[in-house]
T-cell receptor, first 114, second 113 residues
Framework: DTEVTQTPKHLVMGMTNKKSLKCEQH?????MYWYKQKAKKPPELMFV???????INESVPSRFSPECPNSSLLNLHLHALQPEDSALYLC?????????????FGSGTRLTVV | SQKIEQNSEALNIQEGKTATLTCNYT??????LQWYRQDPGRGPVFLLL?????KEKRKERLKVTFDTTLKQSLFHITASQPADSATYLC????????????FGQGTTLQVKP
């Protein structure tokens, strides 16, 4: 299995809702990442997990809460989001976080906040 | 300030020609630089990685060069095909080896038949 699987593919949520994005990989990768991408912009790093521990938080608002239950799974919990949080949320994984391995990205979750 | 710049927003070339994309960075000392391809509505796909001690890397029709003195990487696609049309992103870890991979704004390549 050489894929990163993200669910759901599309999500519409209200500003008072709580939802979660899920990401799964079975490549034995020990680093996992969340990125946010707005239209016609590059992906922006949000969080880095290395060996299931949060190693980088790019000053992301607390309404985004990451979780890494095990080495294969990564969640992003969403609460009280704003319309400007609407974007494509990408999960990625790599063999190690700091050794320059290429990242494998999922196809993303298209999030719309109404 | 620190930044990664890729040449022009769009590059249009004729099928069969070589496409050359540029990635320039300032105020970083990356240990490596990566190139990705992204199609609309999809996640980026990893293409090549080149390390600071490497001058050139090849993979099939792709070639990457890395000049740490000029702070520049060039990405070449030889014998380009319409299927190569996509956005190409360069990326680097600005602090060397932290796992913090950041991306340039991308160059959209259009290969016309």
């Amino acid at each position: 299995d050489t894929e990163v699987t993200q669910t759901p593919k599309h999500l519409v949520m209200g500003m008072t809702n709580k939802k979660s994005l899920k990401c799964e990989q079975h490549m034995g990768h020990r680093a996992m990442y969340w990125y946010k991408q707005k239209a016609k912009k590059p992906p922006e790093l949000m969080f880095v997990y290395s060996y299931e521990k949060l190693s980088i938080n790019e000053s992301v608002p607390s309404r985004f809460s990451p979780e890494c239950p095990n080495s294969s799974l990564l969640n992003l919990h969403l609460h009280a989001l704003q319309p400007e949080d609407s974007a494509l949320y990408l999960c990625a994984s790599s063999q190690e976080a700091a050794l320059g391995y290429g990242y494998t990205f999922g196809s993303g979750t298209r999030l719309t906040v109404v | 300030s620190q930044k990664i710049e890729q040449n022009s927003e769009a590059l249009n070339i004729q099928e069969g020609k070589t496409a050359t994309l540029t990635c320039n960075y300032t105020n970083y000392s990356p240990a490596y630089l990566q190139w990705y391809r992204q199609d609309p509505g999809r996640g980026p796909v990893f293409l090549l990685l080149i390390r600071e001690n490497e001058k050139e890397k090849r993979k099939e029709r792709l070639k990457v060069t890395f000049d740490t003195t000029l702070k520049q990487s060039l990405f070449h696609i030889t014998a380009s095909q319409p299927a190569d049309s996509a956005t190409y992103l360069c990326a680097l870890d600005p602090l060397g080896r932290t796992g913090k991979l950041i991306f340039g704004q991308g160059t959209t390549l259009q290969v016309k038949p």
